[in-house]
């Protein structure tokens, strides 16, 4: 499984966009793209992932670039309890384990 | 709908004991896996099952060891406790061996 970069932490004011970049350039044609996340002192919460199309749903925005190089992902009016830790994790469907490799991931703060 | 539920909440032990922790999957998901998450660390992958059998395995010693029943919850087990097992152990399920998983709120081990 391709591995991924993500920034440490992030701030975002509470109504505004929050954009969280990762950046997986080895990732394989057959790879996703996973997006979780985990507020404090809870397991981690599915948010979306996407192949190469764009996707949305209730929850948030997947932006993958063209070469899939990158990502980003878009909650598009942040509140106060979006502050989370949100990992960004490539993984194949086909034979998979189920094993996710989780990073540091980024931990958003989400002020007022 | 009841989520993924996990037992005990939280518990101490000393070292040298053995440990078994439980987890109800989301009722027609029929894989479960298993994560460690060291306090400032991100969940690592320990165990997964599905259909009662193990599908994938994390780098951990043979202390751990976990199993799958027939209505598909599951028990993972730690022998010969460490200071260093200490963690938040999470539980998650799918539907299939891949794809989203659902995490439970997890077991919190303290071992003195």
């Known amino acids: 499984d391709a591995k991924t970069t993500q920034p440490t932490s992030m701030d975002c004011a509470e109504g505004r966009a929050a954009n969280l970049p990762c950046n997986h350039s080895t990732i394989s044609g057959n790879e996703y793209v996973y997006w979780y996340r985990q507020i404090h002192s809870q397991g981690p919460q599915y948010i979306i992932h996407?192949?190469?199309n764009n996707e949305t749903n209730e929850m948030a925005s997947l932006i993958i670039t063209e070469d899939r190089k990158s990502s980003t992902l878009i909650l598009p009016h942040a509140t106060l309890r979006d502050t989370a830790v949100y990992y960004c994790i490539v993984i194949s469907l086909s034979g998979n384990t189920g094993k996710l490799i989780f990073g540091q991931g980024t931990t958003l703060q989400v002020k007022p | 709908d009841a989520g993924v539920t996990q037992s005990p909440t939280h518990l101490i032990k000393t070292r040298g004991q053995h440990v078994t922790l439980r987890c109800s999957p989301i009722?027609?998901?029929?894989?479960v896996s298993w994560y460690q998450q060291v306090l400032g660390q991100g969940p690592q992958f320990i165990f997964q099952?599905?259909?009662?059998?193990?599908?994938g395995r994390g780098n951990f010693p043979d202390r751990f060891s976990a199993r799958q029943f027939p209505n598909y919850s599951s028990e993972l087990n730690v022998n010969a406790l460490l200071l260093g097992d200490s963690a938040l152990y999470l539980c998650?399920?799918?539907?299939?061996?891949?794809?989203?998983?659902?995490f439970g709120e997890g077991s919190r081990l303290t071992v003195l």
């Open positions: 996407g192949l190469k």
């Open positions: 998650a399920s799918s539907l299939r061996p891949s794809g989203e998983l659902f």
């Open positions: 099952y599905y259909e009662k059998e193990e599908r």
């Open positions: 009722s027609g998901h029929k894989s």
